[in-house]
DNA sequence: GATTGTTTCGGGTTTACGTCA
DNA sequence: TATGACGTAAACCCGAAACAA
C-alpha cells in the first residue's frame, strides 16, 4: 500500500502517436530529458496520459494469430515510456475506475502481464535469411521486413538485436572453448619439458660419475638456457618420444 | 560551437512459455 | 497428473553514441 506522499506523487503528460506498434521516439535517449526523467521514476508513480493515438492503417489480422497481435499491440504501448502505474492496488484501481470515462488514460497493463509472441517457423526462417545477408536494419528493411511478416517494425528491430546479441555470445563461447584447448596443450607441452629436464638431470649425474668428480654446480644449469632447451628437444627429445 | 531532440545499438534484465525429471 | 527447476527467446530497460536541426 502506498502512503499519503505517495499518493500525491503524481505525474500528468500528454501522448501523441500511432497504433502501428512503433515505438514514438521518447522512450530512449539521454537528452530526451522531460520524458525520460518520467520514465525513469514510474516505480510507485501514479501517471496519467492524455492519448492522443491514431489508428492509422488498421492491419490485416490472421485469424490464428489474432491473439498475439492484440497482444502486442497493447503490449507495444505499455513498453513505451509511459507505463508509470506497475501495481493495480486498491488506489490505482480506484483511479482507474474515476477516469474510465474520459480520454485520459493511465496505460497501465490491463492484465498485469505480458503476452509472448512466438514467431512461426516462417518468419524465423525469413528473419534468419535477413539475417545472414546482413546484422543490422535501416528503417526502410525493417518496416518491408516487418510487412512481408506481419510484424511490427519493433519486433524485427527487437528479434534483430537479439539475434546479434546471441551471436556475439556463440561467438564468445567458441573462443573460450579455443581457449580453453589452447591452455590445455600448454599444459601438456609443460609437463613433457619438466619430465625432460629430469631426464637431462639424470643423465647428468651419470656423466658427471664416470667422467669426473660430482661437480657442485648441477650439469644442465652450466649451460645456457637456450643450449639446454636445444638439447632436450633436438636429442634427447627425441630418445623420449620413442618411450 | 553548444544545445536539444531523435534514433539506434549493446549489454543486461525480466518474463512467458515449453520441456523434463 | 501436478509441480518445480531450468533453458530459451521475446520483450523490456538503460546508457551511450551518432546525427540533424
Request: proline share 2%; glycine share 4%; net charge positive.
Amino acid at each position: 500500500m502506498m502512503n499519503q506522499e505517495e499518493r500525491c506523487n503524481t505525474t500528468l503528460g500528454l501522448r501523441t502517436g500511432t497504433e502501428t506498434g512503433t515505438r514514438t521516439g521518447t522512450e530512449t535517449g539521454t537528452r530526451g530529458v522531460g520524458i525520460k526523467k518520467e520514465k525513469q521514476s514510474k516505480k510507485n508513480k501514479i501517471g496519467f496520459w492524455l492519448d492522443l493515438s491514431l489508428q492509422l492503417h488498421p492491419k490485416i489480422i490472421e485469424a490464428n494469430d489474432h491473439d498475439h497481435k492484440n497482444d502486442y499491440e497493447k503490449e507495444d504501448h505499455d513498453s513505451s515510456s509511459f507505463k508509470t502505474v506497475d501495481d493495480d492496488d486498491e488506489y490505482t484501481i480506484m483511479i482507474k475506475e474515476t477516469i474510465s470515462n474520459t480520454n485520459v488514460c493511465n496505460n497501465n497493463n490491463n492484465h498485469g502481464s505480458r503476452k509472448k509472441l512466438k514467431l512461426t517457423t516462417e518468419q524465423t526462417t525469413l528473419l534468419e535469411a535477413s539475417f545472414n545477408i546482413r546484422t543490422t536494419l535501416n528503417t526502410g528493411q525493417k518496416q518491408e521486413l516487418a510487412k512481408k511478416l506481419n510484424l511490427f517494425p519493433r519486433q524485427i528491430e527487437v528479434w534483430f538485436q537479439n539475434r546479434r546479441a546471441r551471436t556475439k555470445l556463440k561467438q564468445i563461447e567458441q573462443e573460450c572453448e579455443m581457449l580453453k584447448k589452447c591452455c590445455e596443450t600448454l599444459n601438456d607441452e609443460n609437463r613433457r619439458l619438466r619430465k625432460e629436464l629430469q631426464k637431462v638431470r639424470y643423465c647428468s649425474l651419470k656423466f658427471d660419475h664416470r667422467q669426473a668428480p660430482q661437480p657442485s654446480v648441477p650439469f644442465y644449469i652450466r649451460y645456457p638456457i637456450a643450449t639446454t632447451m636445444h638439447i632436450t628437444s633436438d636429442k634427447i627429445g627425441n630418445s623420449s618420444e620413442e618411450d
